[in-house]
């Protein structure tokens, strides 16, 4: 059974819990992400374990939970050898495993992740590719048509780190039949590629389709600034959901630095965003249940 209301009108009433991030909550269950498919390769070989991370989310009180397909693609399942209708399936299965923790009591986002995902050497904070805007939209147009008829609440275009990629992506999801929302990652007070915030959020300025606008996969202190921004450029609701302030160290393989937004931190972040324009308010990586129910008790009491 889906939800009453759809996330727009959902949306236009108050502030909706996001769920967390899904890798370290599948760590956390013993799942070994170190494969270059990272959580996706579990929508294979081991669906009820990224089911379980999803229901963990929904006990912290998360109202949206958002689907493993952020690596999932056809070009990276091809190196593992599984043809088209086969990665098909899968990222079929992930909209059907959030709904199913779900169980009909929230909304699904199906994520569509950058480009830069599915190469697996970090070029998601960097963007420029150096593929053109049409080339991007040929890349995503397979997996948004895949996800979309899975029948997702919403598709959540996330941590974007480039303007240009972010308008291959809403073309691409043009006439698909399912809203979305468009986050960027930032650094700086700009995108990752470093172009400023505001020609990057008015991309989706006048797109009836985009029912919401934000930042995700970024610093903490980062976010206020942003949604300050992209309300003030598309009139749209915000939507956030930043790390936890720690940082990897690639060469030593772990994180580093203390943590800006955990269960002590999350009630003051929560009303800090809330006023910059947010109605979608939750945590990208390292940012656990624990942070979600202390988020969920500040917004809803």
């Not at 294979?44 to 949206?64: F, K, L, S």
């Not at 990665?87 to 909209?95: E, F, G, H, K």
């Not at 009909?104 to 050497?121: I, N």
């Not at 610093?219 to 939507?239: D, I, R, S």
Request: hydrophobic share 45%; proline share 4%; net charge negative.
């Amino acid at each position: 059974m889906a939800p009453a209301r759809t996330l727009a009108q959902a949306l236009a009433d108050g502030v909706l819990v996001l769920d967390g991030g899904l890798s370290n909550q599948l760590e956390a269950q013993g799942c070994d992400l170190t494969d270059a498919l990272w959580s996706a390769r579990l929508l294979a070989d081991a669906p009820a374990q990224i089911e379980a991370a999803h229901a963990a989310y929904v006990r912290a009180g998360a109202e949206v939970l958002i689907t493993s397909s952020y690596q999932a693609t056809y070009e990276g399942f091809a190196r593992r050898g599984l043809d088209g209708a086969a990665t098909t399936a899968l990222l079929r299965r992930s909209v059907s495993l959030a709904a199913g923790a779900g169980r009909g009591s929230g909304w699904v986002a199906a994520s569509v992740g950058p480009y830069g995902a599915m190469l697996a050497d970090g070029s998601e904070y960097r963007g420029r590719y150096g593929l053109s805007v049409r080339e991007l939209e040929r890349f995503h147009r397979p997996r948004v048509e895949a996800l979309a008829a899975a029948g997702p609440d919403v598709l959540a275009l996330e941590t974007v780190p480039d303007a240009d990629e972010a308008e291959a992506l809403l073309r691409a999801v043009a006439g698909c039949g399912v809203p979305v929302w468009l986050s960027y990652t930032v650094a700086g007070g700009r995108t990752r590629a470093g172009q400023g915030l505001a020609d990057a959020f008015a991309v989706a300025a006048g797109n009836d389709q985009v029912v919401a606008v934000g930042v995700n996969c970024c610093e903490p202190a980062e976010a206020a600034g942003a949604l300050a921004v992209a309300a003030e450029v598309t009139g749209k609701p915000g939507v956030v959901y930043p790390n936890s302030g720690e940082r990897w160290d690639a060469r030593a393989r772990g994180w580093r630095g203390g943590t800006a937004f955990g269960p002590a931190e999350a009630p003051g972040l929560a009303a800090v965003w809330e006023a910059a324009g947010a109605r979608l308010i939750g945590g990208c990586c390292r940012v656990g249940p624990g942070t979600i129910a202390a988020l969920g008790a500040a917004l809803h009491g």
